[in-house]
């Protein structure tokens, strides 16, 4: 297991016609567009591929897949997109398909290798390997590719405000937009509808931020009493973990979400220099260096406390 | 008065010495990115300049005209930057000054010719014009011209989002990136902060939203008493007017916002082929096609029915 090189892994895909491409759980837009332009590119060299993932796909992605045959297939070989880690296949995934992943494309610093590697850990969205991907396959881009790359390039950086946005992410992003990419509505579907249901889970969730150390971290619970009085649900609440850092002055905001199962989900946004992953990473989770995650499975008050000691040493 | 090109308005700035550079009433991140840019831009060809506003200018954008002098000077000539009609300066600058604007550069389709005119009625945000005229007078883009220009784009596409952003919008970003804009800070200060008051107030306007029309419109009221309850200010809420066409199926968002004089602030948000602009004007306000504005000097019922009428002879 090593990193390749986009042509290595493009010669690599060349070899075998039949590929299953994995996303990760709790699929998002770079997960997601990432794996249906490998998809595309795929049908477009006269390729078989089919894209699974463990969780149900939100219904809001369904333009990645429009026109494309996404059916079952006999696959020779497994290839796992923006995924950091085989844990993340999800349990079952990671048990039937973890050990024999042949190549994984990705761009967390934070990778833990199990497949061969096409691994650029400075760009801002998996999407953007695939963008390389794809021209070194020699495929051209056409508007379902744009919408895909487009998609995943735009949710990955917070429709470009996160400092991982990068010149070329712009530059690419110009291009899909030329290749004809519906980036309005793109745009429109990720970041700007929300159901009503939603909107009052927000309008509960905020009425539950708690500020420590000053006002610089700020922490808000999600229940799941919450999802059942609004009507929400898990699928809808994407970008709600980045709600606590838009405070004024909070450098750290911590949004802890409760489970079905009692378990917890903790995602964490921070502001420059202020190391997310690392915060996470020492909870037995990780991500990116603003914005990272990790589970509990305790109380509420043991998740807080633990997490609050842990923000505490970051902040000092 | 004529359309100038980029080419002549360098050569006419040139001409003279002393500018005072005005930008509209409510400014936003466009008028005034655009303003100091051009501040910037002067000062680099030894000229002076100082940008007026007639409201005040929110603490938020201190950065655009940091390290620069913008002390009082006595003028030659008056240029206008995004001001689409003399009556956005504001009643009294409009009365000092409307009739003897030199040279107004702008990006509003629905501008209304009052001086000599740099209009490129396709770009998403002035910036765009001014990063085009910048570049006519032969001014290095240094990182505090490319802070002004990024900040004028970024606002005016909502980062990007908007549908009436294009790849050339990208690609200057990408330029200004590279030229030293601190984009992550500047997309944090208008994009991702918002004060506790704020927030308590965007919740209390959301708790207003009536919806019309099988849900294709909504509309949503901020009313002084908001205010008070909130100790939010207009200043804190440029963003606020982008909430109910967030809705899920809305076509038209509307915000109707109390001014403290009692009059009415309306602003429309529409997705296409839904013409805001069309809608406002027959109100007697203007705007670009996705959103407008326009105001009323009567009851809160009455602006009510005016605008649902107006708005469902669009939407039939």
Redesign the interface.
């Known amino acids: 297991m090593t990193n390749i090189s986009v042509d290595r892994c493009a010669e690599l895909l060349k070899e075998y016609d039949n590929y299953l491409i994995l996303t990760h759980r709790n699929p998002d837009g770079d997960t997601l567009g990432s794996a249906f332009a490998l998809h595309r590119a795929l049908s477009k060299l006269n390729k078989s591929s089919m894209v699974r993932c463990i969780d149900d796909i939100p219904a809001k992605y369904s333009y990645l897949w429009e026109n494309t045959d996404n059916g079952d297939i006999k696959f020779e070989k497994i290839i796992a997109v923006d995924i950091a880690d085989r844990k993340l296949l999800g349990d079952s995934f990671n048990r039937l398909y973890g050990e024999d992943v042949f190549i994984c494309i990705d761009h967390h610093m934070s990778h833990r290798e199990y497949a061969e590697n096409l691994l650029f850990g400075d760009r801002a969205a998996t999407a953007e390997v695939i963008y390389e991907l794809v021209n070194a396959l020699g495929v051209e881009i056409d508007s379902g590719i744009a919408d895909c790359i487009y998609t995943g390039i735009a949710t990955d950086t917070g429709?470009?405000?996160?400092?991982n946005?990068?010149?070329?992410?712009?530059?690419i992003?110009?291009?899909m937009?030329?290749k004809g990419a519906d980036?309005?509505l793109i745009?429109?579907l990720m970041?700007?509808?929300?159901?009503?249901s939603y909107?009052k889970l927000e309008?509960m969730a905020?009425?539950t931020i708690e500020t420590y150390f000053n006002g610089r971290c700020a922490l808000m619970t999600v229940t799941q009493k919450m999802f059942e009085e609004s009507g929400s649900n898990e699928g809808e609440c994407d970008g709600i973990a980045?709600l606590p850092?838009?405070?004024?002055g909070v450098m750290i905001g911590v949004t802890v979400r409760e489970r079905v199962d009692g378990t917890y989900k903790v995602s964490l946004r921070t502001?420059?220099p202020y190391d997310a992953a690392k915060i996470c990473a020492a909870l037995g989770g990780g991500g990116h260096s603003r914005a990272a995650g990790c589970d509990f499975d305790c109380s509420l008050d043991e998740v807080k406390s633990i997490l609050l000691k842990n923000i505490e040493a970051e902040l000092v």
Do not use: D, G, W, Y
């Open positions: 429709c470009f405000t996160f400092s946005t990068e010149p070329s992410t712009h530059r992003a110009a291009e937009m030329e980036f309005a745009n429109r970041f700007e509808t929300h159901t009503m909107i309008q905020l009425s980045s850092r838009k405070i004024e502001v420059a």
